[in-house]
């Protein structure tokens, strides 16, 4: 009896699992409790037979004085315990480095032949897949043929006929993740914990706290890391992670095609998951793939700020998030890019038109038809999927309208002419500009907070939702007011000023005088009055956000603290705005977004 053993334990794997845990308990939802309990399990039951064979049959042992006796199958109770805690740490590794993935941007059509008009499409993807299964395959015969001469080999052989099964059926199901997805979800989350891990087992088969018979290994060391042990960790690590992979792919294809899994519980079955990655790759929704590729690519182009708090939401909000967005980012560029003020107004107009036959299609089923055909003759093509995603079936109509009416505003800032006109500048007064941050920004939180509403009913009291709209358009203001701030320059270039007039004539300044010199103390000193409003309007809202759900809470809090965090950097004396904007740092941004989850 000794405790060796148990001592790797106390100084080499504990400490890393606990540092681990404290790190991403702050972003673990119920769905990562799941995937871990899910993966450990597998590990012990897949695991527990092999080692047990090794045991009985001498290939490795553990000396009496290394290990407290305790033993099951002849399994040592600190061994089961090391099935346990690789692969949690392992798991919370791939957890940290995938957090960013949006995953359902990586799944892939394939269709071999042209259908319903469509190109065939994906067919490298059959050959990349026959390719990794030769492999595996011949992996597999080479490790019978090891066990079979037995000697040296015999130890390879056993890893081998072990792992590969398992990667083999991890590769079926889940080569094109695998493979596509980016090396921080594939690569990284392998090699970190396999290197620790190499270090780990050198340090315990130097001091003997378990034994590799020489009979059965091919005797090759690195710093008394013997070859097969090396293998071992790369290949259970891998295991691991393409256990996550493969968990995460079948989620996604349960997130993304609604239409074929209309509701999909918190923890799915084993069996529900298992028929997900069965669905042919040729069965997906191609246009449903696309759209949420374009709406992932604008988020990330066009906020910083805002991609990184999605990626705290779970599942099917993040992606209706992410649509949401997108439709916004598409109709403010439909009217602010258009070639003329004419063109502009068109956009708008068709904009409504878009609204109104997208709730008349829920009591007139012949609109769904003419909603599309719409769509398609109206806008361009890289705007059409924006809209056809829009999930207006469980939106209010009104903040849709009430924001096309606030980009429409944006328009009494044309002139035709270099000389200003009475309603060329249009915030005259703070009721304007509280209007006007009401329709571009508090109808998108107002929407945001519908589709919490949608995807956790029942969870808020009526009177509570009231009260969360209301927090929200408030909120809003807040967040345009912010934006203001930032953006003086920029808009000055557009020859547009969203401070209100009457903010300027009490220091003596006009619009067009901004226009052309949109710094200088003076100015300076209206952004900050406009900062002051916005964390005013802060102040009065976000103590809302605690009634939200829980799974929406902090994600939501996100959101909102990393944009105003740039308020907070436009506030710092003597802070210089850069090419018109103020920027944040993604480290920055990465400690307010930990900070606000850790608080909860």
């Given amino acids: ?52 064979y090794l045991i009985r049959n001498r290939i490795w042992t553990y000396p009496r004085d290394a290990v407290a006796g305790i033993t099951l199958f002849d399994i040592p109770l600190e061994e089961y315990f090391f099935f346990v805690v690789q692969t949690y740490t392992t798991s919370l590794i791939y957890l940290i480095c995938s957090k ?54 015999t130890y390879l052989g056993m890893i081998l006929i072990w792992a590969t099964p398992f990667m083999l059926l991890l590769w079926t199901f889940s080569y094109q993740f695998i493979v596509g997805l980016p090396n921080s979800n594939t690569i990284i989350p392998v090699i970190i914990p396999t290197l620790y891990l190499w270090v780990v087992d050198a340090l315990a088969l130097q001091r003997g706290t378990w034994v590799i018979e020489s009979g059965t290994k091919l ?17 259970t690590n891998t295991l691991i992670v393409w256990g996550g992979i493969a968990f995460d792919n079948a989620l996604a294809i349960l997130n993304t095609f609604f239409d074929l899994y209309p509701h999909v519980p918190t923890w799915p079955s ?51 998030l992410t649509i949401l967005y997108s439709f916004c980012r598409v109709a403010d560029d439909l009217v602010d890019t258009a070639k003329t003020p004419e063109d502009a107004r068109e956009s708008v107009r068709k904009l409504n038109d878009f609204v109104d036959l997208s709730y008349q299609r829920m009591t007139r089923p012949a609109k769904v038809a003419a909603l599309q055909e719409f769509i398609e003759a109206s806008f361009p093509f890289n705007a059409q999927l924006a809209l056809l995603q829009l999930p207006t079936h469980y939106l209010p109509q009104q903040p849709l309208s009430s924001l096309i009416k606030g980009l429409e505003s944006d328009l009494k800032f044309a002139a035709e002419d270099d000389q200003a006109k009475p309603d060329q500048y249009p915030i005259a007064t703070e009721s304007d500009l509280d209007t006007y941050g009401l329709r571009v920004a508090g109808t998108v939180a107002e929407l945001c907070i519908h589709l919490v509403f949608h995807h956790y009913p ?29 953006d003086i320059g920029v808009d000055a270039g557009l020859k547009r000023v969203y401070i209100p007039t009457s903010w300027l004539e009490e220091e003596d300044l006009t619009p ?16 900050q009055r406009m900062l002051d409003k916005a ?66």
Wanted: with cysteine.
């Fill in 270 to 320: 084993p069996i529900m998951l298992i028929r997900a990655l069965l669905l042919p790759a040729g069965a997906y929704n191609e246009d449903q793939i696309l759209g949420l590729i374009q709406a992932a690519l604008r988020l990330q182009s066009k906020s910083r700020s805002f991609f990184l708090a999605s990626s705290t939401f779970q599942g099917r909000l993040r992606i209706d």
């Fill in 458 to 486: 029942g969870a808020i009291p009526k009177a509570t939702r009231e009260r969360l709209l209301k927090a929200g358009r408030t909120m809003g203001i807040a967040l345009q007011c912010v934006n203001i701030s930032r």
């Fill in 219 to 235: 005797g090759y060391q690195f710093y008394g890391l013997e070859f097969e042990e090396a293998l071992f960790f790369l290949l």
């Fill in 535 to 600: 964390f005013a309007a802060y102040e009065e809202a976000r103590g809302a956000i605690e009634d939200m759900p829980v799974e929406a809470r902090a994600p939501m809090k996100v959101a909102v603290e990393s944009y105003m965090e740039i308020g907070r950097v436009l506030r710092k004396p003597g802070y210089k705005v850069k090419a018109g904007r103020a920027t944040v740092s993604k480290l920055r941004r990465l400690r307010v977004a930990w900070s606000v989850l850790s608080r909860g």
């Fill in 512 to 527: 067009d005088a901004v226009i052309k010199e949109p710094q200088g103390a003076v100015v300076e000193k209206l952004r």
């Fill in 1 to 52: 009896m000794g405790y060796d053993y148990a001592l790797v334990h106390l100084k080499y794997t504990v400490p890393l699992a606990l540092g681990l845990t404290l790190l991403y308990r702050p972003l673990a939802t119920k769905t990562d409790v799941y995937k871990i309990l899910f993966l450990v399990t597998v590990a012990l039951v897949s695991t527990t037979p092999w080692d047990s």
């Fill in 100 to 153: 960013p993935t949006f995953h359902p941007i990586y799944l892939q059509v394939e269709r071999s032949q042209p259908s319903n008009g469509r190109p065939a499409r994906g067919t490298n993807w059959r050959y990349i897949k026959l390719a990794g299964q030769l492999v595996l395959a011949l992996v597999l015969r080479y490790s019978v043929k090891l066990i079979r001469d037995g000697g040296h080999g």
